[in-house]
């Protein structure tokens, strides 16, 4: 069975400092797709990224970064130099051809001012 | 605009009474997908859909059914709603190309059910 497992359950920092989410999963299939949404405090779900298993090239927008390890099964998630704006409910899943898309239990980040 | 809609956003509704929560895009997305929250569990999905006509059991099923008739629609149905499914339901929906599974799933805005 698939699983996403994210540690961390709350994270609180203070504004500018870099913080990092952790995403582990589990999957028996070679093929698959790691996800992470946000959810702000308005409710709506938010797209970030989508990363399929066979490439593990990190990845950088803005002040977001993405490290994928194949070799730990994790995916995890960095903000640098996190601001106000990113309070939020962070959620890392895992898509195998749409079958069962399954969400990690989430990690609720606060960035104090 | 792209969207998802969903409707009701808000039910309070009791144990046994029927009611269907829709579901309607307008990207033309084959892939849609309906998903519970619930606090300290995350999302979890309940049925999803890779096209018309085409319906299957996410991690969830029990007590819910869907239906396909139509590209744009995924309504979900409670045939006999209970207290444990009193939750945040969302619906979503995605491209989906037959082989590489869903690309970003755009979510509704949420429906909040809650069954006494």
């Known amino acids: 069975a698939q699983k996403v497992t994210q540690a961390q359950t709350e994270i609180s920092v203070v504004e500018k400092e870099d913080v990092t989410l952790d995403c582990v999963y589990e999957?028996?299939?070679?093929?698959?797709?790691l996800f992470w949404y946000k959810q702000p405090p308005s409710g709506e779900l938010v797209f970030l990224i989508r990363?399929?298993?066979?490439?593990?090239q990190n990845e950088i927008s803005g002040r977001y970064s993405w490290n994928f390890q194949k070799s730990t099964s994790s995916f995890n998630f960095t903000i640098t130099a996190s601001q106000v704006v990113d309070s939020a409910v962070y959620f890392c899943?895992?898509?195998?051809?749409?079958?069962?898309?399954?969400f990690g239990p989430g990690t609720r980040l606060s960035v104090l001012p | 605009e792209a969207q998802v809609t969903q409707n009701p956003r808000y039910l309070i509704t009791v144990t046994g009474k029927k009611l269907t929560v829709t579901c309607s895009q307008n990207?033309?997305?084959?892939?849609m997908s309906w998903y519970r929250q619930d606090p300290g569990l995350g999302l979890r999905q309940i049925y999803y859909?890779?096209?018309?006509?085409?319906?299957d059991k996410g991690d969830v099923p029990e007590g819910y059914k869907v239906s396909r008739k139509e590209k744009r629609n995924f309504p979900l149905i409670l045939e006999s709603p209970s207290p444990n499914q009193t939750s945040l339901y969302f619906c979503?929906?995605?491209?989906?190309?037959?082989?590489?599974?869903?690309?970003?799933?755009?979510f509704g805005p949420g429906t909040r059910l809650t069954v006494t």
């Open positions: 979503a929906s995605s491209l989906w190309d037959g082989t590489g599974g869903t690309y970003e799933q755009y």
């Open positions: 999957t028996r299939d070679t093929t698959y797709y």
């Open positions: 990363r399929n298993s066979f490439d593990e």
């Open positions: 899943a895992l898509d195998n051809y749409g079958q069962n898309f399954v």
């Open positions: 990207m033309n997305h084959e892939y």
């Open positions: 859909s890779m096209n018309v006509e085409v319906t």
